[in-house]
């Protein structure tokens, strides 16, 4: 990754550890940009990033009722020159960050369907 975004996605991890129900009615800003989707709902955010190699990093960042980050993501990231994927889950919150991971010469596991979200103003003119 480089420098930029490694700087971009701390900037929002930090906003989002500072980040309370009652000043934000968001913890993140929606950024939809070519490989990169970051969506705010509430007191939670998805992030989807798709690399032009072809590895895709999804996540959802959830905070609970005692203000406590509860993060689940995956990572694919294909090896051609090996013919092999790593697949690469990971759950982290108050009681701990736990990985797993796969690496294989299997096809390629696909991410969880990315949500489908809808602006504010097509639910307006949708609830009439």
């Given at each position: 990754m480089s420098?930029?975004?490694c700087a971009l996605l701390a900037i929002l991890i930090v906003n989002l550890a500072n980040a309370t129900p009652q000043n934000s009615p968001t913890i993140v800003p929606q950024i939809r940009t070519?490989?990169?989707q970051l969506e705010p709902l509430n007191q939670e955010y998805f992030l989807r990033i798709e690399h032009p190699g072809g590895?895709?990093?999804q996540e959802t960042v959830k905070q609970n009722d005692a203000g406590h980050l509860q993060v689940s993501g995956l990572i694919n990231q294909p090896f051609e020159d090996q013919g092999a994927n790593l697949v690469l889950t990971y759950e982290a919150g108050p009681n701990g960050y736990v990985a797993k991971y796969k690496f294989g010469k299997s096809p390629?596991?696909?991410p969880p369907?990315?949500?489908f979200f809808l602006s504010p103003g097509v639910l307006k003119t949708a609830a009439g």
């Open positions: 420098r930029s975004f070519n490989g990169f590895a895709i990093r390629p596991t696909p369907q990315t949500p």
